[in-house]
């Protein structure tokens, strides 16, 4: 079992001022949502904090983790270098840190989301969303929603997303697609 606080201090040490911030709210917003929602104190506290482990690296970084761990990036990925950090992120939480199949999975699709999506992996990707830090038009709204219905919350989070993309005519991840539309279509 790794210590968390003696990961708080590697990221205190490891990263920016400003991503430490980031990272550590990430973390509160998620024991938030795990104690009302009932997920594990402990797993949501442990991927909330690596899941920008490898965030801060640059393009060159990423690219030598994805030779290391033989990890084929998609289209996307390839178009949209900031999605990278999520898939070497989730490989160096499972292979430097020992973190199980539903923690990597929490961590890879912190970004993108994906259809059918385990209570874990909608907190990390809200809470990455949602943390004190972030500001952006309806932040607010999804912070409301985030403590009613999580799914509501991934709606919004999720739309919100792609109209950001299409404004800034970046390619939209399959994986963001399928977990909008598998939300939605809950809802019929």
Sequence with gaps: MIDIDILRKQIRKSFSKKRAEHIFGCEKTAALL???????????????????????KNHEEQLKLCKEYGIILDN???????????????????????????EFDAIRYHTTGRAN??????????????????????VDDIRKAAM?????AMR???????????KKKKIIHTDTIGARNYLYEKCL
């Design 34 to 56: 795990a104690a009302k929602y009932g997920g594990d104190k402990y797993t949501v506290r442990l991927c909330a904090l690596l899941h920008d482990i490898t965030k801060e």
């Design 156 to 166: 919004l989070a999720l739309d919100r997303s792609i109209l950001f993309l299409i």
């Design 117 to 138: 999506m385990t209570m874990l992996e909608k907190i990390i990707y809200i809470s990455d969303s949602i943390e004190p830090e972030r500001s952006y038009d309806g």
């Design 76 to 102: 996307a990925e390839l178009y949209v270098p900031e999605l990278i950090h999520a898939v070497t992120g989730a490989h160096v939480a499972l292979h430097i840190y020992g973190v199980g199949l539903r």
């Design 148 to 152: 009613k219905d999580l799914d509501e």
